[in-house]
């Protein structure tokens, strides 16, 4: 039965969105807080939206094997703890990790029988107005996120599960339904 829960797909895209929805509607889930080496963004504290690290704490931790999976995204590092995860899934806490498609990866790789989503926006023009209406980033930054969101979306295929986020309570339903499903033990519908 899937216990960990991926959630990948480009930047922008409603992964933040539709995650605080889920979590809402199925409060039994915990959320994985990741490691990051980006500056934090305003109103964000340590230890809540991630772990704030300079690159040699993320090196030292990487060395010692404290990540599960970790990536260089649009310049910067991010690694999901083997911490935030191994009490939860020893316990049989359901947990949601919210990564990029490189560390989704690696995730399918090592724990296969976590359940991995691709959230794919309508097309990369709504991509953009998202990234750009979200207002988080400076122009230069959205354009790294949509270089690597190209890449990102070409890998969709390798999802099984993949739900386009373009009317927001559609997509939600989505995702609610398929989480549910898979933590009742069913077999999540394609
Ligand atoms: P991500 O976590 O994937 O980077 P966010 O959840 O931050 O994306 O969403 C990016 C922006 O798009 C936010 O401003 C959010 O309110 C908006 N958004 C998310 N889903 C939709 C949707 N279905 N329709 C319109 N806007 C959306
Ligand atoms: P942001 O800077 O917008 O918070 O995140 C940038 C990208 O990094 C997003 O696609 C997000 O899902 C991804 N990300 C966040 N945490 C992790 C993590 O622990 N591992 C990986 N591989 N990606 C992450």
Redesign the pocket.
């Known amino acids: 039965m899937a216990r960990v829960f991926v959630i990948t797909g480009p930047?922008g895209v409603g992964?933040g969105t539709l995650i605080s929805g889920l979590m809402r509607q199925l409060p039994q889930l915990e959320l994985s807080v990741?490691?990051?080496t980006?500056a934090p963004r305003t109103g964000e504290r340590d230890g809540v939206q991630y772990h704030f690290l300079s690159n040699e704490e993320f090196d030292r931790l990487e060395a010692q094997g404290g990540f599960v999976?970790?990536?260089n995204?649009a310049g910067r590092r991010?690694?999901?703890l083997r911490s935030e995860l191994e009490r939860r899934v020893q316990e049989g806490v359901p947990i949601v990790l919210?990564?990029?498609v490189?560390?989704a990866r690696q995730v399918r790789a090592s724990m296969p029988d976590a359940l991995q989503v691709f959230i794919a926006p309508p097309s990369l023009a709504v991509l953009r107005e998202r990234l750009v209406g979200r207002g988080t980033d400076d122009p230069a930054e959205v354009a790294r996120r949509l270089e690597v969101a190209q890449d990102e979306l070409a890998a969709q295929s390798e999802f099984s599960h993949v739900i386009v986020n373009d009317e927001l309570e559609q997509a939600q339903r989505e995702l609610v339904a398929l989480v549910q499903q898979a933590l009742q033990g069913g077999e999540p519908l394609d």
């Open positions: 930047s992964k990741s490691a990051t980006r999976e970790h990536a995204y991010y690694g999901t919210e990564i990029e490189q560390g």
